[in-house]
């Protein structure tokens, strides 16, 4: 057959998503990623790997996919470190309310131990009885991957956003000296919201930029009615902008234009 190995794995994917094998197709599509050959030499340095399918709206895939690479984070390290918090009886998904659909669905796979997987499936009938509501595999997973990676999903009292730790700091030093970080963000959001204030293009970083855990999060309360429209206005300001931006990342953006970058 002609064509690169690339080539090939290319139309072996795409043939598999037309037979219906979307699972193998993804699997196939992580190898050819950027660095896809380090998930693949992980999973035979850790062990047999099942994919665990996520179904969920594609802008919030896309936003994990987008902080994971900004933040060097891969999803099967994080998937797993979630699996073992749970099991270790450190860490429980907080219960999600009802959320507005934001649009179109997608599938995010991500390959998870296989061990784990099992051990975490066993307990959870226990896990579900004990918190009151129901804990799933991929509740557990979305919400640890979201949780680190400062993605919002719009749920919970406060919009964690993740950063450079240097950032973080600063943010956090302007907080306790009684800048009000919540009002700052409410006033801008509104502005943006009713069209007085226009958001400038923010930089996309490179990817990995903040690898080697040099980053931190920070938690800013926002009204939920504003909160809402963050999250539908996204998908609209990413297409203005030329490039994605997600509530976490406007957030930010605000944030730092509104106090400025820290100094060395």
Not at 69 to 98: H, I, M, N, S, T
Not at 239 to 262: C, F, N
């Amino acid at each position: 057959m002609a064509g690169s190995i690339r080539d090939r794995l290319t139309a072996a994917a795409g043939q598999l998503k037309k037979d219906g094998h979307h699972d193998y197709a993804s699997a196939v599509e992580s190898v050819l990623a950027p660095d896809g050959w380090k998930q693949l030499r992980a999973t035979a340095e850790q062990g047999v790997a099942t994919p665990l399918s996520m179904t969920m709206d594609a802008e919030l895939k896309s936003a994990i996919t987008d902080a994971a690479e900004e933040f060097g984070a891969p999803l099967r390290a994080l998937a797993e470190q979630a699996y073992q918090k749970v099991l270790a009886g450190e860490w429980l998904p907080e219960k999600v309310g009802r959320r507005r659909t934001r649009g179109r669905k997608a599938v995010l796979q991500v390959p998870v131990d296989a061990g784990l997987r099992h051990q975490v499936q066993q307990e959870l009938p226990r896990l579900t009885e004990e918190a009151g509501y129901r804990v799933t595999e991929s509740s557990i997973v979305v919400a640890w991957i979201c949780e680190e990676l400062g993605v919002d999903r719009g749920t919970g009292a406060a919009m964690v956003l993740q950063m450079p730790r240097q950032l973080r700091d600063h943010f956090a030093a302007a907080r306790d000296r009684g800048v009000a970080l919540d009002e700052i963000v409410d006033r801008r959001v509104r502005q943006l919201v009713d069209g007085s204030w226009e958001l400038p293009r923010p930089s996309k970083m490179p990817k990995g930029t903040w690898e080697n855990d040099a980053w931190g999060k920070i938690g800013v309360r926002i009204d939920d009615n504003l909160r809402d429209a963050l999250h539908e206005m996204a998908p609209e300001l990413s297409q203005k902008l030329g490039i994605h931006v997600y509530p976490g990342t406007i957030v930010r953006q605000i944030l730092t234009l509104e106090l400025g970058e820290p100094t060395e």
